[in-house]
Nanobody, 123 residues
Framework: QVQLVESGGGLVQAGGSLRLSCGAS????????MAWFRQAPGKEREFVVA????????YYANSVKGRFTISRDNAKNTVYLQMNSLKSEDTAVYYC????????????????WGQGTQVTVSS
């Protein structure tokens, strides 16, 4: 059974930083892409960043490039999202997701989801 558990959300002032974590279990990591999506109220779920576990290749949405960094810890089966220089428009529920195979930016391409964690950036 696949489980993704996020943590690390919260309230931060604009310009501040947060680090999200996603602990994963039940996956064969050699063939997995892990991603972060976010969804603001009244908006569609949007792609933020993804990492191919076996190659460590990363893919960022233009809106977060240079501010957010995804990384992984093999020993802990955990993916991290370091978010710096946060803006009010980054406010959303952030979801960790996983799929077997290559990176996709469409949320419907992902098979497994965490419960989400709220990130609120005050201006």
């Amino acid at each position: 059974q696949v489980q993704l558990v996020e943590s690390g959300g919260g309230l931060v002032q604009a310009g501040g930083s947060l680090r999200l974590s996603c602990g994963a279990s039940g996956l064969t990591f050699s063939s997995v892409t892990m991603a972060w999506f976010r969804q603001a109220p009244g908006k569609e779920r949007e792609f933020v960043v993804a990492i191919r576990w076996w190659s460590d290749s990363t893919y960022y949405a233009n809106s977060v490039k240079g501010r957010f960094t995804i990384s992984r810890d093999n020993a802990k089966n955990t993916v991290y999202l370091q978010m710096n220089s946060l803006k009010s428009e980054d406010t959303a529920v952030y979801y960790c997701a996983a799929r077997r195979g290559v990176v996709e930016s469409g949320w419907a391409k992902y098979d497994y989801w965490g419960q989400g964690t709220q990130v609120t950036v005050s201006s």
